[in-house]
């Protein structure tokens, strides 16, 4: 069996977020599936996916600090016209990915301990993002 849904995350300011609940409480069939996989594809070019540390926020924090000196706002990019934070914000999205494949078992996600879903906002005002879920198995 196949489901597939298209999901909203709130507007959120720049950083990393933990969205993990924010995502699976809005898929509709996630407790029908014994066996299966979750895609999810996030449909924009400057924000990310990952999965990383769902315990402690000071990892989302220094996550944030390293890619803002990895990848600075104000170097000389070519691609400036949209804000001086939208070509960094390509850069990190291609850096860090833009999907997840995770497994399903007994209607739920199967994630280590201490992982969770993240939302990497790259940009200072991206507002509302949107995630294709595609859900598949038995």
């Known amino acids: 069996m196949w489901y597939q849904q298209i999901l909203t995350l709130g507007e959120k300011p720049r950083g990393f977020h933990l969205v993990t609940d924010e995502v699976l409480e809005q898929i509709r069939d996630l407790s029908r599936v014994r066996v299966g996989l979750l895609h999810l594809l996030l449909q924009h070019t ?66 280590g301990t201490w992982q969770g879903i993240w939302l990497g906002e790259h940009r200072i005002h991206g507002g509302s993002r949107k995630i294709i879920a595609t859900l598949q198995g038995e």
């Open 46 to 111: 400057s924000a990310s996916l990952t999965l990383n540390e769902n315990c402690d926020p000071t990892v989302r924090h220094d996550m944030e600090q390293h890619f803002l000196n990895a990848v600075p706002d104000d170097a000389p990019y070519e691609h400036d016209y949209e804000g001086a934070d939208d070509m960094p914000s390509h850069i990190k999205s291609s850096l860090l990915g833009v999907s997840l494949l995770l497994p399903v078992q007994n209607g739920r996600v199967q994630l």
